[in-house]
Nanobody, 127 residues
């Protein structure tokens, strides 16, 4: 069982930045694919970004939804059991509850089934 706790949400003006963090419990964090999803009011939850297992010494596979490419960056620190989502150039349409998720299977582009979910953190972008 993995427990995920998100933090870092808040209110920001359009064009601003926020960094979300997700702390995971357990001793096998490095073996999980980690993802970020979001759900805006009245909409279904949607994929934002994911980061896979380590490749080589310091590289990781990652994947982004087209709507955030070039603005958001996902990263992980396995020593701290934490995954981050750096969000730059925020837009009002980025307003949503952001959820962290984990899965034991490798990252596969287009696969959005995850095993564990956090409670979410609210991000509000004002115009």
């Amino acid at each position: 069982q993995v427990q995920l706790v998100e933090s870092g949400g808040g209110l920001v003006q359009a064009g601003g930045s926020l960094r979300l963090s997700c702390a995971a419990s357990g001793r096998t964090f490095s073996s999980y694919t980690m993802g970020w999803f979001r759900q805006a009011p009245g909409k279904e939850r949607e994929f934002v970004a994911a980061i896979g297992w380590i490749i080589g010494i310091t590289s990781y596979a990652d994947s982004y939804d087209d709507s955030v490419k070039g603005r958001f960056t996902i990263s992980r620190d396995n020593a701290k059991n934490t995954v981050y989502l750096q969000m730059n150039s925020l837009k009002p349409e980025d307003t949503a509850v952001y959820y962290c998720a984990a899965r034991t299977r490798k990252l596969v582009v287009g696969e959005y089934e995850y095993d564990y979910w956090g409670q979410g953190t609210q991000v509000t972008v004002s115009s």
